[in-house]
C-alpha cells in the first residue's frame, strides 16, 4: 500500500509557464514533506522542503504547497525552463523516521 | 559539497553469486542509506545505519545485509544475488543535525545492477 502517490507519471509543460507537479499522501501522522529532482544517470538531488506546521514554502522559482486537510502536496516552478526537465520524487517522513518516497513524475519542459 | 561516491555504475552478475556494493561520503555524515529505485514504485529503503557498525532494517531487506566497519563506507551486499535483485541502487547520506530523515540526503549516482 503506498503512502506516497504521484498519480502523474508525467507531466509536459511549454518554457516559460508553470509547471504543477502533485503528490498525495495516506498517513496523516507525516510531518515533513519534501521533493527531490533526478536527472538520468545521476543521483536524486533535493530540491525543497516544507514542515507540517506551514502551508507553504518558497525558493527562487521553486515553491512547495501543503494541503493538510487534502493530504495533498504540490510543487510548483514558476517560469518553468528546460533544464528542469527531471523526475521529480515527493517524500514525507513522520517524526523524523524514515523517508517514504513516492513513485515519481517525469518533467519535460519544451522549449 | 558532499560527494557520495558509488564504486561502480554499472554491473552484471549473475544467479547466486555474492554482489558487493560499495559506497562512500567525504562529509564525516553519521547517517548513511541504501535504497533501490524501480519504475512505477520509487525509492524504497533496504538498509540504514545511524552510525559505524549500527544498522536497521529498512521496508525491503530480504536478500540483503550491509556493513559499516567505518564512519565513511557502507556496503551493501546481496548474498547469493536473483534476478528480482536487477535494480537501480542508490546510496545516501545524511547528517544528524535534524534528525535521522529531516537532513536533507544526499545521493550518489547509483548503480544499475542487472542479474541473469
Known amino acids: 500500500d503506498q503512502q506516497v502517490k504521484q498519480n502523474s507519471p508525467s507531466l509536459s509543460v511549454q518554457e516559460g509557464r508553470i509547471s504543477i507537479l502533485n503528490c498525495d499522501y495516506t498517513n496523516s501522522m507525516f510531518d515533513y514533506f519534501l521533493w527531490y529532482k533526478k536527472y538520468p544517470a545521476e543521483g536524486p538531488t533535493f530540491l525543497i522542503s516544507i514542515s507540517s506546521i506551514k502551508d507553504k514554502n518558497e525558493d527562487g522559482r521553486f515553491t512547495v504547497f501543503l494541503n493538510k486537510s487534502a493530504k495533498h502536496l504540490s510543487l510548483h516552478i514558476v517560469p518553468s525552463q528546460p533544464g528542469d526537465s527531471a523526475v521529480y520524487f515527493c517524500?514525507?517522513?513522520?517524526?523524523?523516521?524514515?523517508?517514504?518516497f513516492g513513485a515519481g513524475t517525469i518533467l519535460r519542459v519544451k522549449s | 559539497d558532499v560527494k557520495v561516491t558509488q564504486s561502480s555504475r554499472y554491473l552484471v552478475k549473475r544467479t547466486g553469486e555474492k554482489v558487493f556494493l560499495e559506497c562512500v561520503q567525504d562529509m564525516d555524515h553519521e547517517n548513511m542509506f541504501w535504497y533501490r529505485q524501480d519504475p512505477g514504485l520509487g525509492l524504497r529503503l533496504i538498509y540504514f545505519s545511524y552510525d559505524v557498525k549500527m544498522k536497521e532494517k529498512g521496508d525491503i531487506p530480504e536478500g540483503y545485509s550491509v556493513s559499516r566497519e567505518k564512519k565513511e563506507r557502507f556496503s551493501l551486499i546481496l548474498e547469493s544475488a536473483s534476478t528480482n535483485q536487477t535494480s537501480m541502487y542508490l546510496c545516501a547520506s545524511s547528517s544528524r543535525r535534524f534528525g535521522a530523515y529531516n537532513s536533507p540526503l544526499h545521493f550518489g549516482n547509483g548503480t544499475r545492477l542487472t542479474v541473469t
Open positions: 517524500a514525507a517522513s513522520k517524526y523524523g523516521n524514515k523517508l517514504v
